[in-house]
Each structure stands twice: as structure tokens, then as C-alpha cells.
């Protein structure tokens, strides 16, 4: 089975800054999928970023980039200028590339941006 | 191009009555998802179909709750009777294979 730990449970950061999730994940599949996806207070699931276990160079999107660290299996959110916008819950999941194509999500972090 | 659509977004109803959500995938996408997220538990996966085809029931809590895909725009879980701890948020998502899950608005529902 997958598991998947963010340790950090809350989070303050100022308008402007940049902030980072942790997230640390645990698998014997050699490839996987790491995804990170926002939920605002409004409910809805909205996909952020993607990171491939073979692929070399760490994803990209936008303001959000991941510190992807396969030896020490971490792949953690960094939010770039952080905007009023990005206060929401950020949750971190894998997909093993096997046969089983559950997505396993961690608890999620609750980020929250001040002016 | 429209995302994955749920229906209804907000269900109240009294405990033994029976309630349907509904899912649309995005159009060509083989794998469908439904989770269920409660403070208590996170989120969680019921089930998931393949090309309409159910894979995996493993997370189904019980027989009470149903699921089926009659083709591939159209999918529904059932709870009957329904009952105060299925209380949740429940979101249906879409995947063309092990691409990422595009997730749905989700249902909201509180039974009474």
C-alpha cells in the first residue's frame, strides 16, 4: 500500500512570498506519479502539477514548481509570489504505475495568505 | 472543453431515503473515479471503472452503496438506504489512463 505524509498540517505565509509543502511518500513501485492538487474553500479539486518517477528534471507549472527528491522519496510544493488567491488546502498523491492505479492522497496542508 | 460534471452539486435528504449522484467524465477519457472526503477520513476512493468496466470496489463501505457505468459518458453511485454517517463530499474524476484524475465539482451531501 501507498502512503503519503504532509507533516505540516497549517501554514501562514505573506503576499509575495514564496511557501513550500512538504510531502513524503512511501512505495515499492519503481515508477510512479506524483501529483499535487488545490482545494479552495469553494470544494472543488484542482490539479496543480505533475512529476514522473523517471523524469529527471523537476516539474514546472507556472508559480508552482516540485522539489522532487527520489532517493529521499519527497516531493515537495514550492508556490512561487504567493497571491491572496492561494489560500486553500494543498494535497500531495501518488499513482503507482502498476497494474493498481489507485491515486493514494496525503491529509493536506491548509495554507493561508496574508496581505 | 467542459470538465467532468456532477449532479446534483448539493443533496440534503433524511436517513433511509435513497440518493443518486451523477457524473459526467470528460469526453474520451477511459477511467473514471469516485471518492468520498469526510474530515474524519480525507478522501477517499469507492471505486473506479476501465472502458465503463467496474476494476476496483475495494473502497465501497458497504452494500448499501452502488455504483455503475452504462457507457462512457455517464456514471452514477447509489446509497440505499442512506444513512447520517454518509455524510461527505463526493467526487466523481476522469483520467485518460494513468494520465492525471481531472476531478468534478462534487456532490455535498447531509443526510438528516
Known amino acids: 500500500a501507498q502512503k503519503i505524509t504532509q507533516t505540516q498540517p497549517g501554514m501562514f505565509v505573506q503576499e509575495k512570498e514564496a511557501v513550500t509543502l512538504d510531502c513524503t511518500y512511501d512505495?515499492?513501485?519503481?515508477?510512479?506519479?506524483l501529483f499535487w492538487y488545490k482545494q479552495p474553500s469553494s470544494g472543488e479539486m484542482i490539479f496543480l502539477i505533475y512529476?514522473?518517477?523517471?523524469?529527471?528534471q523537476n516539474a514546472t507549472e507556472g508559480r508552482y514548481s516540485l522539489n522532487f527528491q527520489k532517493a529521499r522519496k519527497s516531493a515537495n510544493l514550492v508556490i512561487s509570489a504567493s497571491q491572496l488567491g492561494d489560500s486553500a488546502m494543498y494535497f500531495c498523491?501518488?499513482?503507482?504505475?502498476?497494474?493498481?492505479?489507485?491515486?493514494?492522497f496525503g491529509a493536506g496542508t491548509t495554507v493561508t495568505v496574508r496581505a | 472543453d467542459a470538465g467532468v460534471i456532477q449532479s446534483p452539486r448539493h443533496e440534503v435528504t433524511e436517513m433511509g431515503q435513497e440518493v443518486t449522484l451523477r457524473c459526467k467524465p470528460i469526453s474520451g477519457h477511459d477511467y473514471l473515479f469516485w471518492y468520498r472526503q469526510t474530515m474524519m477520513r480525507g478522501l477517499e476512493l469507492l471505486i473506479y471503472f476501465n472502458n465503463n468496466v467496474p476494476i476496483d470496489d475495494s473502497g465501497m463501505p458497504e452494500d448499501r452503496f452502488s455504483a455503475k457505468m452504462p457507457n462512457a459518458s455517464f456514471s452514477t453511485l447509489k446509497i440505499q438506504p442512506s444513512e447520517p454517517r454518509d455524510s461527505a463530499v463526493y467526487f466523481c474524476?476522469?483520467?485518460?489512463?494513468?494520465?492525471?484524475?481531472?476531478f468534478g465539482p462534487g456532490t455535498r451531501l447531509t443526510v438528516l
Open positions: 512505495t515499492s513501485d519503481q515508477s510512479y506519479g
Open positions: 474524476a476522469s483520467s485518460l489512463g494513468v494520465d492525471t484524475q481531472y
Open positions: 498523491a501518488m499513482i503507482p504505475r502498476s497494474n493498481d492505479y489507485k491515486l493514494s
Open positions: 512529476q514522473g518517477s523517471y523524469d529527471e
